[in-house]
């Protein structure tokens, strides 16, 4: 500590109430002159910027640069403004897929006991869950009829019918700010949406909560890449739509104030998000990554466990940060073309337990964010010699958390 900074903490002691709430444009945008020594300078956007307003309420705004940003932008606005932050490039790993047609196979949803919930009537009736992913094909047949649809919205017209600042998320919002070139739709969010929801009527995938209602929110565009603010964005979003779960199976964020102040939001808020642990067959506890490692009490985080219920070798674990495991190998779900297709992830168990909370929401519809995690934590199959290295050493079993959920919520 130079002589400059303990004069000035020692100021601050004096007069302790005017240092604590001094608001200056280097206060809240810290990144600004810092970035060289920054580990993340690589992946800042320099001409972009993530603000978050004293309501707590998130906007994404361009400059050429950050001196201007500052003098233009942040200055005039600064009583209002909590924190500034360059957005970022995130790059979301890329899943194989193997696409066939006319296929039953549930032996994920065999494995978790989903079929004693349905049996009871349970089928995530009047939950709304939002996917923050990749494009959702939302004329899929058994996608279709489970799309939250904003009626307040007209389609198609380039208005913003209902003033909640998107236009035309009838079906939908996407977030993406730099489409890529690839016109193909990317499988993953189709794939995970089907997880959680595929309508089991109209097809031979059976989602795990085939009445919950899907609120399609992307960010992540045809090759992969997104940014951290359209993340944001896209967060934002689904918790205005009314997403009692957001799931998140992605990751891969190294500088992540905004996510962070985002999921805090989140939380104040109610809402549950779950979020695939990463496939890098690395310990999160030792080698953080964001989302997966933030471990707010409003979050759950997760593993990918294998046919022969054993942890996938290449799934993320973490005694702390992760939480359990759920099927993650050899997943088939609906992808777009009116098809399936099996694909491998954490991105796919993630969806898993999102489905698993949908169907515990709507069995207790007045329960708590904190009682639907506790009732899938404590519910888990623990089996000797499995090796889940997470927080519950077991594998998520939605017929018995339905069972503790009610003794948790009479
Ligand atoms: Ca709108
Ligand atoms: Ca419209």
Redesign the pocket.
Known sequence: MDVQKILSAVACVLVLSSCGNKKSSSSVFPENGALDSSACMGQAIQNKFIVQWEDGKFTVESAKDADEFTKKFIEPNLENIRYVEYDRHLQVEKTDEVRTTGFTDSWGQDKVSVRNVWAQGVYGQNVKVAVVDAYVDYTHPQIAPRIAINTG??????????GNGV????YGASFVSVPSNNQTPSSHGTHVAGIIAADSRYGSVEGMAPQAQIIPAQFIANDGGGSLGDAVLALQYSASRGAKIINASWGGAPCVASLRNTFQELQNKGILVVVAAGNDGRDIDVYPEFPASFNFSNQITVAASSVTDFMTSWSNSGFNFVHLAAPGERILSTVPGNTTAYMDGTSMAAPFVTGAAALLWSARPNATATQIKQAILQSVDVSAGHEFKVNTRGRLNVDRALQVLKQLVP
């Open positions: 919205e007209i389609p198609n017209n380039g208005k913003d019918d209902d236009v035309d998320d009838y």
